[in-house]
């Protein structure tokens, strides 16, 4: 299955010899959604996406607008979702911030709790050599 993995910064082959590879292209969330919003045309089959930014994307957010941000994001992401998987674009959503489970996922960055369960809804955990990545599939129905 394809789909999204997000993972915590910290556990990338750049920052530990025993890391996760990152995926070859390096994107920012904001850019990604625009790619997205402009139709999957640019994006190449069988490339991959390392996406960051979602942290300060939330965070920079009012607190009282989180919410009404994550769910634009995740509109705009299960738009693409048929686009993606035909495509077999892998992507990777890297989190600087802690991601913490629990009833929902959700990011602990700079003394925030930022909501990516809107986002992502409830992914399942697994483990790349030996680190928790959270997986859900494109369409974002978990």
């Known amino acids: 299955m ?3 993995e997000i993972l915590e910064q910290k556990y990338l082959k750049l920052y530990r010899e025993d890391g996760i590879t990152p995926y070859k292209i390096k994107i920012g969330l904001l850019d990604f959604l625009r790619e997205l919003n402009a139709g999957s045309e640019d994006l190449s089959r069988c490339s991959s996406y390392m996406v960051v930014g979602i942290d300060d994307v939330l965070y920079l957010t009012k607190r009282e607008q989180r919410r009404a941000i ?3 994001i995740h ?3 299960q738009s693409a979702a048929n686009d993606l998987e035909k495509k077999k674009i892998e992507v990777q959503i890297v989190c600087k911030g802690r991601l913490v489970p629990g009833a ?3 990011i602990e960055y700079r003394g925030e709790k930022l909501p990516i369960d809107f986002i992502f809804g409830t992914p399942i955990k697994r483990e790349i050599h030996g680190f928790p990545v959270y ?3 494109f369409n974002l129905s978990s």
């Open 2 to 4: 394809r789909g999204y």
């Open 70 to 72: 994550a769910l634009d």
């Open 75 to 77: 509109k705009v992401l």
């Open 104 to 106: 929902a996922l959700w």
């Open 135 to 137: 997986t859900t599939s």
